[in-house]
Nanobody
């Protein structure tokens, strides 16, 4: 089992950038695929990006392709989400998650462990 803690959320103007971090503790972090999801009020949790344990494969939602980049540093037990060209529709609580099957799935149900979330608000 791993514990995940997100940080880096905040308020940013449209067109700006923000970087999120997710620090993990526990066992065998390097064996887990990691994902970022987001949830706006009244909406279901939505896939954003995922990365394999090796960091060599990554998947992105169409809505963030070309703007967001997921990366990880297994030595630091940390996964990152660099968000550029932020828009109002990116406003949500962002969660990181760990998938012990290492499939880097787009589905929330594939992930075993979740962080508490960090708020990202984009103003226009």
């Amino acid at each position: 089992q791993v514990q995940l803690v997100e940080s880096g959320g905040g308020l940013v103007q449209a067109g700006g950038s923000l970087s999120l971090s997710c620090a993990a503790s526990g066992r065998t972090f390097s064996n887990y695929a990691m994902g970022w999801f987001r949830q706006a009020p009244g909406k279901e949790r939505e896939f954003v990006a995922a990365i394999s344990w090796s960091g060599r494969s990554a998947n992105y939602a169409d809505s963030v392709k070309g703007r967001f980049t997921i990366s990880r540093d297994n030595a630091k037990k940390t996964v990152y989400l660099q968000m550029n060209s932020l828009q109002a529709e990116d406003t949500a609580v962002y969660y990181c998650a760990a998938d012990r099957t290492n499939i880097a799935s787009t589905r929330t149900g594939a992930y075993d462990y979740w962080g508490q979330g960090t708020q990202v608000t984009v103003s226009s």
